[in-house]
């Protein structure tokens, strides 16, 4: 579980850098699909910063804390990231869909990562937590 998670979140860090590339890209998005898939679009909008800071850039931030979670097995801390980091992307997926009405390929795939980061994170943290305790010595 901790690899797989581990490589997840790598898979995040790349799907987020590229949707950072498109935030600061000047030329034409390649990813410009349609009216209704344009990842420049959707990262040049208002709601791609926040404070200042791009969202992919927290992205990168955010998988690169669960990669190292999961890397080092703390299940409850990676948990209890995950599970917040879900609501945002579903959020971001919100804004996509209701506000833009423009998706970007790259959120789209990190969605998916973050979900099964997350649904992988509560499952590890039930196995760990059935798992039999070696007893403590007094």
């Not at 581990?6 to 898979?11: D, N």
């Amino acid at each position: 579980m901790k690899w797989l998670i581990t490589i997840l979140a790598l898979a995040g860090i790349v799907a987020a850098s590229l949707a950072l590339r498109e935030h600061y890209r000047t030329e034409a998005s390649p990813c410009s699909i349609n009216e209704k898939w344009d990842c420049g679009m959707v990262n040049k909008s208002p709601f791609a910063v926040i404070a200042g800071v791009p969202v992919a850039d927290i992205g990168i931030a955010g998988y690169l804390l669960l990669g190292v979670l999961a890397f080092t097995k703390r299940w409850r801390l990676l948990a209890a990231a995950a599970v917040p980091a879900m609501a945002f992307s579903l959020y971001l997926a919100h804004i996509e869909k209701d506000v833009l009405e423009v998706w970007c390929i790259y959120c789209v795939i990190s969605l998916g990562i973050i979900s099964l980061i997350t649904v992988l994170s509560v499952i590890a943290l039930v196995m760990d937590l059935r798992r039999p305790q070696a007893p403590s010595r007094a």
